[in-house]
């Protein structure tokens, strides 16, 4: 019998999937895409997700404090509800937390927690508290509505791939505080500590588009772009075409990649926990959008590639060619994937 290890997450997933077998009435999305979707009977259907996140594996508390691990975890989560083109009413968290934790620690860790859901219009309405033996550990339900959800299976021949905004810094802040964490405090890379500790789920942006019917399918940048596309194209049964050129990064990246001697492109394919959005949109309705992000003081999306005819994943450079990974996206029971 393979191990976990050999599994992956994604086929201990599909596993658990088969064990479940079809959803019950009412439940128009179960195991399988960003959020479950329920209809309840309103306008609206109900979304729900977990995300949880453990110490040691998720963060580090000596690079971040329990209020930054908090808050980055509760964004996390919050950016289910974006990927479904919805907006968050509430979440409630379990936190496991070691008896030995000091207690304004742990109640930072609270406070990280509360304040981010209510930054994003997401009280803390509930939850439970137990002893952890060794590490922190947050589990947050989110819950929000979405008057047409968006699904990873919408995307087809022609549309447009798009993304909300950079990717890549994540990874960046990653490889540099595994080297040399105090470069962080120079102002030169303090965007990528940012996203690190600080990221935005992007409920903007879903918001304006939602209210279009431009988009066809979206997922957000939590593993890695390549293996979240990846998602897109195997739920869509489509080829998606990623024109490496054309991947949004910023300077501190680039800055990032130079002093590690590392290369960009790479980051930006493969970088986790960004949570900008993977949209699939109608060819010609770019455009449009964009004058609604505008109009709401948004930035605009970025034309990354194409949807064809086929099936997984490609990176195009320039040249025609297709770019391998030297790293993958993340798998927790793989780890990075290569």
């Known amino acids: 019998m393979s191990s976990l290890m050999e599994l992956g997450e994604f086929g201990f997933i599909q596993r658990v999937a088969a064990m479940v077998g079809g959803t019950p009435e009412g439940v128009e999305c179960g195991i399988g895409d960003d959020c479950a979707v329920i209809d309840v009977g309103g306008p609206e259907k109900?979304?729900?997700?977990?995300?949880?996140?453990?110490?040691?594996?998720?963060?580090?508390?000596?690079?971040?404090?329990?209020?930054?691990?908090?808050?980055?975890?509760?964004?996390?989560?919050l950016s289910d509800i974006a990927a479904m083109g919805g907006h968050p009413l509430a979440l409630l968290c379990t936190a496991a937390i070691p008896r030995t934790t000091p207690s304004d620690a742990a109640l930072n860790l609270m406070s990280g927690v509360a304040g981010t859901g209510t930054r994003y219009g997401a009280p803390l309405i509930g939850g439970d508290t137990v002893a952890a033996a060794e590490h922190i550990m947050l589990d947050v339900v989110v819950i929000g509505f979405a008057k047409r959800p968006w699904l990873r299976s919408g995307a087809r021949p022609g549309d447009r791939l798009v993304l909300t905004g950079p990717v890549g810094e994540a990874q960046a802040a990653l490889q540099i505080m595994l080297t040399n964490p105090d470069l962080l405090r120079e102002p030169q890379y303090a965007p990528l500590r940012?996203?690190?500790?600080?990221?935005?789920?992007?409920?903007?942006?879903?918001?304006?588009?939602?209210?279009?019917?431009?988009?066809?399918?979206?997922?957000?940048?939590?593993?890695?772009?390549?293996?979240?596309?990846?998602?897109?194209?195997?739920?869509?049964?489509?080829?998606?075409?990623?024109?490496?050129?054309?991947?949004?990064?910023?300077?501190?990246?680039?800055?990032?990649?130079?002093?590690?001697?590392?290369?960009?492109?790479?980051?930006?394919?493969?970088?986790?926990?960004?949570?900008?959005?993977?949209?699939?949109?109608?060819?010609?309705?770019?455009?449009?959008?964009?004058?609604?992000?505008?109009?709401?003081?948004?930035?605009?999306?970025?034309?990354?590639?194409?949807?064809?005819?086929?099936?997984?994943?490609?990176?195009?450079?320039?040249?025609?060619?297709?770019?391998?990974?030297?790293?993958?996206?993340?798998?927790?029971?793989?780890?990075?994937?290569?």
Request: net charge negative; aromatic share 6%; proline share 4%.
């Open 194 to 338: 940012k996203r690190m500790v600080d990221p935005t789920p992007r409920l903007r942006e879903a918001a304006v588009l939602a209210a279009t019917d431009h988009v066809r399918a979206a997922i957000d940048v939590s593993d890695g772009l390549y293996q979240d596309a990846s998602h897109v194209a195997r739920a869509s049964g489509v080829r998606l075409e990623i024109e490496v050129r054309c991947l949004p990064e910023t300077v501190a990246t680039r800055l990032a990649a130079d002093y590690m001697r590392d290369k960009a492109p790479w980051w930006a394919a493969a970088s986790g926990e960004e949570y900008e959005l993977l949209l699939a949109v109608d060819r010609d309705s770019v455009p449009d959008a964009n004058r609604h992000l505008k109009k709401a003081g948004l930035n605009p999306l970025t034309v990354i590639g194409d949807v064809v005819h086929g099936e997984g994943v490609a990176l195009i450079r320039p040249d025609g060619s297709e770019m391998e990974l030297e790293r993958g996206g993340w798998d927790h029971f793989k780890g990075v994937q290569g």
């Open 46 to 77: 109900l979304l729900i997700a977990t995300d949880a996140a453990l110490e040691s594996r998720h963060f580090d508390l000596e690079w971040m404090t329990t209020f930054e691990a908090a808050q980055r975890t509760v964004a996390g989560a």
